[in-house]
């Protein structure tokens, strides 16, 4: 067995980055399903509730079960397949499991105030740890000669089970060949393995298929290619900070807040606002003399509320708060978009300018 200083014997796969997001994004699902089932249902209980002598089983001792299953199937079968089942069972699992966390931390059980909180920072953390993924498989491209070669070895045994398309090839040959042309004995010999790995077959196209493709590009490219939406975002993202900040303050000279416990979660929710709100309008001031510069600001602002904010907000709102992250989320999204429409128009021109220069 390869071992390198670099990962010690474990080796990130090639699809690790996206089975994490995956994993996320399945138990956000999960635990938001189960809230509004719970809350739409009258949060049932079998056989009638535990006190009257009835059978209640926890849902938590699903999410464990679940858990366990994903676990099972990624340790049992190998390849790409079985990891993204994993990845699927585990997510559920998981997000069963989180949702009764206020059991475990408090006596006020399922409905301890903090508990959507405590939730809502456990994905952000799993969130960041899929970043940070993504960010090492970039770095891997430029890791040792040894652990380059033991991650395409790792898609050819997955091309070997059921075919490799053009994109994950193409991806493991450039690994191997990151440093120039592949000398040492391995490479070669994983070179011809990867090119003679036959190609995965082309899914069965659905009819609505390519309409959803055209629907989805033509949506970015509105999205992406409308200055106006940056003012939008810059407005959205200051009006979120003021409505927080002048609702607090309201109910606090009126007494509103007066039977209230959760000064903490107040304070922070506050003191983030506050901070978003100097940053969306600093983004906004910039919008007219530096379009890169105000976009920064303006992600930073809303990465002030997402990362942090929202923590107390759902604390203070429970999942009352939802319609406000989908909103920051949605404003992301849409400055995300235009960073990168930004970026490719840089390239491009850049490229057209480098051309001009070498035809003359």
């Given at each position: 067995?390869?071992?390198?200083?670099?990962?010690?014997?474990?080796?990130?796969?090639?699809?690790?980055?996206?089975?994490?997001?995956?994993?996320?994004?399945?138990?956000?699902?999960?635990?938001?399903?189960?809230?509004?089932?719970?809350?739409?249902?009258?949060?049932?209980?079998?056989?009638?509730?535990?006190?009257?002598?009835?059978?209640?089983?926890?849902?938590?001792?699903?999410?464990?079960?679940?858990?366990?299953?994903?676990?099972?199937?990624?340790?049992?079968?190998?390849?790409?397949?079985?990891?993204?089942?994993?990845?699927?069972?585990?997510?559920?699992?998981?997000?069963?499991?989180?949702?009764?966390?206020?059991?475990?931390?408090?006596?006020?059980?399922?409905?301890?105030?903090?508990?959507?909180?405590?939730?809502?920072?456990?994905?952000?953390?799993?969130?960041g740890l899929a970043w940070w993924v993504t960010r090492m498989g970039r770095a891997d491209r430029a890791a040792s000669g040894t652990t380059r070669a033991a991650s395409a070895a790792d898609t050819a045994l997955q091309g070997i089970l059921c075919g490799l398309s053009a994109q994950d090839r193409s991806e493991a040959l450039d690994r191997l060949r990151a440093g120039g042309a592949p000398t040492a004995e391995l490479d070669?010999?994983?070179?011809?393995?990867?090119?003679?790995?036959?190609?995965?077959?082309?899914?069965?196209?659905?009819?609505?298929?390519?309409?959803?493709?055209?629907?989805?590009?033509?949506?970015?490219?509105?999205?992406?290619?409308?200055?106006?939406?940056?003012?939008?975002?810059?407005?959205?993202?200051?009006?979120?900070?003021?409505?927080?900040?002048?609702?607090?303050?309201?109910?606090?000279?009126?007494?509103?807040?007066?039977?209230?416990?959760?000064?903490?979660?107040?304070?922070?929710?506050?003191?983030?606002?506050?901070?978003?709100?100097?940053?969306?309008?600093?983004?906004?001031?910039?919008?007219?003399?530096?379009?890169?510069?105000?976009?920064?600001?303006?992600?930073?602002?809303?990465?002030?509320?997402?990362?942090?904010?929202?923590?107390?907000?759902?604390?203070?709102?429970?999942?009352?708060?939802?319609?406000?992250?989908?909103?920051?989320?949605?404003?992301?999204?849409?400055?995300?978009?235009?960073?990168?429409?930004?970026?490719?128009?840089?390239?491009?021109?850049?490229?057209?300018?480098?051309?001009?220069?070498?035809?003359?």
């Amino acid at each position: 067995m390869f071992r390198t200083p670099l990962t010690n014997g474990f080796l990130r796969t090639a699809s690790a980055a996206a089975h994490l997001r995956l994993f996320v994004l399945v138990g956000v699902v999960t635990v938001l399903v189960t809230r509004a089932f719970l809350a739409l249902t009258g949060y049932p209980k079998l056989g009638g509730g535990a006190g009257n002598g009835g059978l209640h089983i926890s849902h938590m001792l699903w999410g464990g079960l679940l858990m366990l299953a994903g676990l099972l199937v990624m340790l049992v079968f190998t390849g790409a397949a079985s990891r993204r089942r994993g990845a699927v069972a585990g997510g559920v699992g998981f997000g069963l499991f989180i949702d009764e966390v206020g059991k475990l931390v408090a006596t006020d059980g399922y409905f301890y105030r903090p508990a959507p909180g405590i939730i809502y920072l456990t994905f952000v953390a799993l969130t960041g740890l899929a970043w940070w993924v993504t960010r090492m498989g970039r770095a891997d491209r430029a890791a040792s000669g040894t652990t380059r070669a033991a991650s395409a070895a790792d898609t050819a045994l997955q091309g070997i089970l059921c075919g490799l398309s053009a994109q994950d090839r193409s991806e493991a040959l450039d690994r191997l060949r990151a440093g120039g042309a592949p000398t040492a004995e391995l490479d070669k010999a994983l070179v011809a393995l990867l090119e003679a790995v036959p190609e995965c077959p082309a899914p069965r196209p659905h009819p609505y298929d390519a309409a959803l493709r055209r629907a989805y590009a033509w949506l970015v490219t509105q999205v992406s290619g409308t200055r106006g939406l940056i003012h939008l975002v810059a407005w959205g993202t200051t009006l979120q900070a003021v409505v927080l900040l002048v609702g607090v303050a309201s109910e606090g000279l009126t007494g509103g807040l007066a039977g209230e416990n959760q000064w903490a979660a107040i304070a922070g929710a506050f003191a983030c606002s506050l901070a978003s709100l100097v940053l969306s309008v600093r983004g906004t001031a910039l919008l007219r003399r530096d379009t890169n510069a105000a976009l920064r600001t303006l992600r930073a602002a809303l990465l002030v509320d997402l990362l942090l904010g929202q923590v107390f907000k759902f604390t203070i709102n429970q999942f009352s708060g939802v319609a406000g992250w989908l909103i920051s989320l949605a404003l992301l999204s849409v400055l995300s978009l235009q960073v990168t429409h930004r970026q490719a128009v840089r390239t491009k021109a850049s490229g057209s300018l480098a051309a001009t220069r070498q035809t003359v």
